[in-house]
């Protein structure tokens, strides 16, 4: 016990109070510092739902058959029809690259994998609108939505449909189009304020309650559960007549 | 288990005997030759002869341990520094049975089992340190229970706790061995024996710290402090969850045909949640640091070597770690959660080691230093553990299948 000695707590007790008070003081800020949104690239701007439907709508050339998994189709007076994948989509991802696209001469089926956006590790599946032969592909389609005529630049491939009839049966056309991707929307909003509180984000984050605004490009900043829901969600094949 | 596996379960009861059934599951899957094995294995065997002759011959014959220095390595690090590591269990417990947070629930399992074997190998470690280790039944029989120790305390904690993570993780044996009803009986104790380990927990961390209490002016005066239980109870909880995020991360990798495409999505939100806990922890961890530093009295001792070094555990594996945690946050980068879990471990062994060997008679002429064999031994007892939580990945429903019907 000859190493026993006493401290003298009153010797450095004024400095101890200030390193409590100064731990109180500091806890609060920090706790809510790491509970924050995650800080988002000045990149991302919010709009309101009305101007995201006139974004998207307005873009929408006449002729134009949207199909229910976000793809379109175009008859082009050579008797080939074109294929992309819709605004919706585009403004929802943001800038993405398409990959496993098919060549020319290879036969598709309405409902088959037409190739795939990816986003870094992130993808998505999105679906033939037509059935039939490729004719063209597009080796460089515009990669964004920002574009203003995405119609004319993203387009994936010409295909010789097989049965046109049929396959615009099942699509969207003009003022129906046009309240579909409306609805299209309000779900989008519901989807995004449902999947970031599922997975712990905050959803103040992506949709702005009041006046329900949406991120533009919202599922940039999101990880790949929430694009795998999506995907059930929006693009699923399954959902095609 | 998915239907294949209960299948193969059923069949294998119904048409052979349960003993058949083990002796079937004891035989090696995989390949044999990998890198890890080829490391792995001469160093268990040598461990093993090593601690063979330490049994035969006593410490002296292995180890650099003395009458002044009777702890060295394997229970600084052993003992001390991998029941730390091992409080990820008690953590996770806690936030998904207790404050049902059920976000956490895939890790459970995992969490548990490892708890549990860290205990058994690391704790059992402490057998090779006792001298005379046949006496280690005493606090439990009652032959001198010697209740004035507070090792009396550790020895019941460790073998309760042990029996707690091991009651945790019964359902997942039972379900191995296809017994449904013993499952069921197993669930319904989970949640007192969590309740029950989380007090033992708390308890046996900080008295882990409170055997070196009677250790003052062994202890280099910036590591001592009479504040020791306190610390490391909290730098458990970080320590824990460090643990968690990085064998995690290995185990998801090692296993990942084991795990859903949709629990490895999961995984990297956990990290997230993980890391903002520790994060949390450690800057009131921080915080006790520098109020002791000056309850103490010690700034002057900064400026020296052991002062650097001191500087060195704390701003470089408490400090950098825990705003690599936030930056983490701040930035969704599930590498740098990865960086800083593992800077946070290296942080936890220093300080371990910096109460248990190094700043242990730090001011003795002639130091000391393990010798290669215990050395050999610590490396050896980690291997073996990591093949056993191996075997029973492989077997048991540790991270196939985790849904609210079989994780409780």
Same mark, same amino acid.
């Given at each position: 016990?000859?190493?026993?000695?006493?401290?003298?707590?009153?010797?450095?007790?004024?400095?101890?109070?200030?390193?409590v008070?100064g731990f109180?003081i500091?806890?609060?800020?920090?706790w809510?510092?790491?509970n924050? !949104?995650v800080?988002?690239?000045?990149?991302?701007k919010?709009?309101?739902?009305?101007?995201?439907?006139?974004?998207?709508t307005?873009k929408?050339? %006449?002729?134009?058959?949207?199909?229910p998994?976000h793809?379109w189709?175009?008859? %082009?007076?050579?008797g080939l029809?074109?294929v992309g994948?819709?605004?919706?989509?585009l403004?929802?991802?943001?800038?993405v690259?398409y990959i496993d696209?098919?060549q !020319?001469g290879e036969?598709?089926?309405?409902g088959?994998i037409?190739?795939?956006l990816?986003?870094?590790?992130?993808?998505l599946n999105?679906y033939?609108?037509?059935?039939?032969?490729?004719?063209?592909?597009?080796?460089?389609?515009?990669?964004s939505e920002?574009s203003?005529d995405?119609?004319?630049?993203? =387009?994936?491939?010409a295909?010789?449909p097989?049965? =046109?009839?049929?396959?615009?049966?099942?699509m969207?056309f003009?003022k129906?189009? @046009?309240?579909?991707?409306k609805?299209e929307i &309000?779900r989008?909003?519901?989807?995004?304020?449902?999947?970031?509180?599922?997975?712990g984000?905050?959803?103040?984050?992506v949709?702005?309650? @009041?006046? #329900?605004?949406?991120?533009?490009?919202?599922?940039?900043?999101?990880p790949?559960?929430?694009?795998?829901?999506?995907q059930?969600?929006?693009?699923?094949?399954?959902?095609m007549? | 288990?998915n239907?294949? @596996?209960s299948?193969?379960v059923?069949?294998?009861?119904?048409?052979?005997s349960?003993g058949?059934?083990l002796l079937?599951?004891?035989?090696?899957? #995989?390949k044999?030759?990998t !890198?890890f094995?080829?490391i792995?294995?001469p160093?268990?065997?040598l461990g093993l002869?090593?601690i063979?002759i330490?049994?035969?011959?006593g410490?002296g014959?292995?180890t650099n341990?003395?009458q002044s220095v009777p702890?060295?390595? =394997?229970i600084g690090f052993?003992?001390?520094?991998?029941v730390?590591f091992a409080g990820g269990?008690?953590?996770?417990?806690?936030?998904v049975?207790?404050?049902?947070?059920?976000?956490?629930q895939p890790?459970?399992?995992?969490?548990?089992?490892n708890g549990?074997l860290a205990?058994?190998f690391y704790?059992g470690?402490?057998?090779?340190?006792?001298?005379?280790?046949?006496?280690?039944i005493n !606090?439990?029989?009652?032959?001198s229970?010697?209740?004035?120790?507070?090792?009396?305390?550790v020895?019941w904690h460790?073998?309760?706790y042990?029996f707690?993570?091991?009651i945790?993780?019964?359902p997942?044996?039972?379900e191995?061995l #296809?017994?449904?009803?013993?499952?069921?009986?197993?669930?319904?104790?989970?949640?007192g024996a969590?309740?029950?380990?989380?007090?033992?927990?708390?308890l046996h961390q900080?008295g882990?710290?409170?055997?070196?209490l009677?250790?003052k #002016?062994?202890?280099?005066?910036? =590591?001592y402090? @009479?504040?020791?239980p306190i610390l490391?109870?909290?730098?458990?909880i970080?320590?824990?969850?460090?643990?968690?995020?990085f064998?995690?991360?290995?185990?998801y990798?090692v296993?990942?045909?084991?795990?859903?495409a949709d629990?490895?999505k999961?995984? &990297?939100n956990?990290?997230?949640?993980?890391a903002?806990?520790?994060?949390?922890?450690m800057?009131?961890y921080?915080?006790m640091k520098l109020?002791i530093?000056v309850?103490?009295?010690?700034?002057?001792?900064l400026?020296?070597?052991?002062?650097?070094?001191?500087?060195?555990?704390v701003v470089?594996?408490?400090l950098?770690?825990?705003i690599l945690?936030v930056q983490?946050?701040?930035t969704?980068?599930v590498?740098?959660v990865k960086?800083?879990?593992?800077?946070?471990?290296?942080?936890i062994?220093l300080?371990?080691?910096?109460?248990?060997?190094i700043?242990?008679h730090?001011?003795a002429?002639?130091?000391y230093?393990p010798?290669?064999?215990?050395i050999v031994?610590t490396?050896a007892?980690i291997f073996?553990?990591i093949?056993?939580f191996?075997w029973?990945?492989h077997?048991m429903?540790?991270?196939d299948?985790?849904?609210?019907?079989?994780?409780?």
């Amino acid at each position: 016990m000859n190493d026993f000695s006493h401290v003298d707590i009153f010797a450095t007790k004024g400095i101890e109070y200030l390193i409590v008070i100064g731990f109180l003081i500091l806890i609060i800020p920090f706790w809510k510092y790491l509970n924050s !949104p995650v800080n988002i690239s000045p990149v991302f701007k919010f709009s309101s739902a009305k101007a995201v439907v006139n974004r998207i709508t307005s873009k929408i050339p %006449q002729g134009i058959f949207l199909d229910p998994t976000h793809s379109w189709a175009f008859m %082009q007076r050579s008797g080939l029809v074109r294929v992309g994948v819709d605004n919706f989509l585009l403004s929802t991802t943001g800038p993405v690259n398409y990959i496993d696209l098919h060549q !020319p001469g290879e036969v598709i089926k309405r409902g088959d994998i037409m190739g795939r956006l990816m986003q870094g590790r992130k993808s998505l599946n999105v679906y033939s609108p037509v059935s039939g032969k490729i004719q063209k592909t597009n080796k460089h389609p515009d990669k964004s939505e920002q574009s203003s005529d995405i119609f004319d630049k993203s =387009w994936l491939y010409a295909i010789e449909p097989e049965n =046109w009839s049929r396959d615009m049966k099942n699509m969207l056309f003009a003022k129906k189009a @046009e309240d579909w991707i409306k609805k299209e929307i &309000d779900r989008l909003r519901d989807f995004l304020a449902f999947a970031t509180q599922k997975y712990g984000y905050n959803p103040g984050m992506v949709i702005l309650q @009041e006046g #329900g605004a949406i991120m533009d490009e919202a599922l940039r900043i999101m990880p790949e559960d929430i694009w795998a829901e999506f995907q059930a969600e929006f693009i699923n094949a399954n959902k095609m007549v | 288990m998915n239907s294949a @596996e209960s299948i193969r379960v059923s069949t294998l009861k119904s048409k052979r005997s349960v003993g058949q059934f083990l002796l079937d599951e004891l035989k090696p899957k #995989g390949k044999f030759f990998t !890198p890890f094995n080829i490391i792995s294995v001469p160093i268990m065997v040598l461990g093993l002869a090593i601690i063979i002759i330490r049994f035969w011959k006593g410490l002296g014959s292995v180890t650099n341990l003395s009458q002044s220095v009777p702890w060295g390595l =394997w229970i600084g690090f052993d003992v001390v520094t991998g029941v730390a590591f091992a409080g990820g269990a008690y953590v996770i417990t806690f936030m998904v049975y207790i404050l049902n947070i059920k976000h956490y629930q895939p890790i459970v399992r995992v969490t548990v089992l490892n708890g549990f074997l860290a205990y058994l190998f690391y704790a059992g470690a402490l057998l090779l340190d006792l001298g005379r280790p046949w006496n280690v039944i005493n !606090p439990i029989i009652g032959n001198s229970f010697g209740t004035s120790s507070v090792l009396f305390l550790v020895a019941w904690h460790f073998m309760l706790y042990m029996f707690a993570t091991l009651i945790e993780f019964s359902p997942a044996v039972a379900e191995w061995l #296809g017994m449904k009803r013993v499952r069921k009986i197993l669930n319904s104790l989970t949640i007192g024996a969590v309740i029950f380990g989380i007090t033992l927990s708390t308890l046996h961390q900080s008295g882990l710290g409170a055997l070196y209490l009677m250790a003052k #002016g062994k202890i280099h005066p910036l =590591w001592y402090t @009479e504040f020791i239980p306190i610390l490391f109870f909290v730098s458990s909880i970080f320590a824990g969850l460090s643990m968690v995020i990085f064998e995690g991360s290995i185990t998801y990798r090692v296993f990942s045909h084991k795990v859903s495409a949709d629990e490895h999505k999961k995984h &990297d939100n956990l990290l997230f949640g993980l890391a903002k806990i520790c994060a949390g922890t450690m800057f009131a961890y921080l915080f006790m640091k520098l109020l002791i530093l000056v309850h103490d009295q010690h700034l002057a001792l900064l400026t020296s070597g052991y002062g650097y070094w001191y500087i060195i555990e704390v701003v470089g594996f408490v400090l950098l770690p825990m705003i690599l945690f936030v930056q983490s946050l701040k930035t969704r980068n599930v590498v740098i959660v990865k960086i800083a879990s593992l800077l946070t471990l290296i942080g936890i062994i220093l300080n371990r080691l910096n109460v248990t060997v190094i700043g242990f008679h730090w001011d003795a002429v002639v130091r000391y230093v393990p010798t290669w064999m215990e050395i050999v031994v610590t490396l050896a007892i980690i291997f073996i553990e990591i093949w056993v939580f191996r075997w029973i990945v492989h077997r048991m429903p540790v991270l196939d299948k985790v849904s609210s019907s079989n994780s409780r």
